[in-house]
């Protein structure tokens, strides 16, 4: 299936709202009151989620706990998960006490530095390893996920090690755009970009944009 | 202009290669290579900024400093934007400490929570407010933008003051997806959704995706 990057971006927002529907109790939803409550349009999520299959009736909504099922299914929201951290200045111990990840099957499992002060010390219950060695620990199916938050000038050369070692999916925290082959995912988390999407609008002045 | 919002999000990306181009000394450069740069096809290049006017000539590619400058016009990226940060827990106080915020003109000017330990003490140079105070400290025009940092719960009810105080411009780091009304610009930052979007990739097994 060819499935839009920006639909597979989406179905975990619905499977949160769907989440939280659950938490509350409800049995049926319509795309109306999910695309309120993720300030996404219903046509847009009739679109995606038809992608997949049929669900909903016309005019009678969602079964809440079989939609979510089904997008846990398919997002592999159900399975464990684990996260090899490169990284561990400030923003680095951050993300390891992040208490998010784990509930969500998300855990790391190891962590590297190439800071001769910071490898061996013990933070959150693991001990920070040698980058140098980080090919030798992981190429073993140590990690499936690689979390990058070195400076910019390192991302590059960390990544092609993750992916080397068979990592295929990067959380990028450094403020660069590190290359990758075909089939391996990258996500960028950068406030930074995210505020200047914003400013766009801000500086264009008053009004809907 | 009526310029869909994905255009807009790689607006500060095109900006990002460009500055690190002009650093390098690189007075020209093609759409082919900033494309290979972050990942981007070299025609939705094209496409987004035809939306702008028209830069670089068929064939002899982009003048790198008359690109960067345009961009910069256009995203808003000359100028000095001032920040409310609510919740000063540990992510709050990550981001508080994060650096590269006020290099591209982001600068925190004030710190609110409702935690009374927290309330009056000082970090990174600002004393913590209570968060019953936001509307009284904020509606004079003290904050360009608001950034969120508290339980996904609080999150609606922060959310709702700011945008009172006339802020039009959130970055929710809280698990929640706030309703704003129009014209208000809200970008998430969520780890956990990011990965989420990658491990249908990885769930669906080898080969690209």
């Known amino acids: 299936m060819d499935i839009p990057e ?13 989440g939280q529907l659950e938490a509350e109790g409800r049995d049926v939803v319509s795309s109306q009151e999910l695309g309120v409550r993720l300030n996404i ?23 809440v706990q079989m939609l979510l ?7 592999g929201l159900n399975r464990q998960w ?4 490169v990284g561990v200045g400030r923003l680095g111990r951050a993300i390891l006490g992040y208490e998010g990840f784990s509930p969500q099957g998300f ?64 959380l990028n925290y450094a403020p660069a755009f590190p290359n990758v082959p075909d089939g391996v995912h990258v996500r960028h988390i950068d406030p930074v970009l995210a505020l200047q999407a914003m400013t766009y609008h801000l500086k264009a002045g008053a009004g809907p944009g």
């Open 82 to 85: 684990k996260m090899a951290l």
């Open 41 to 63: 349009t219903h046509a847009q999520i009739r679109k995606d989620l038809s992608y997949f299959g049929r669900f909903g009736k016309q005019g009678r909504g969602y079964n």
């Open 107 to 170: 855990r790391i499992v190891a962590a590297f530095d190439s800071d001769p002060s910071l490898i061996g010390t013990r933070i959150n219950g693991l001990t920070v390893k040698p980058v140098a060695d980080l090919e030798k620990e992981l190429c073993d199916g140590g990690a499936d996920i690689g979390i990058v938050a070195t400076p910019a000038e390192t991302a590059q050369s960390v990544i092609d090690s993750l992916v080397r070692c068979g990592v295929r999916a990067i």
């Open 69 to 75: 099922d089904e997008l846990r299914r398919i997002v």
């Open 6 to 18: 920006g639909v597979i971006d989406r179905l975990p927002k619905y499977a949160r709202a769907l």
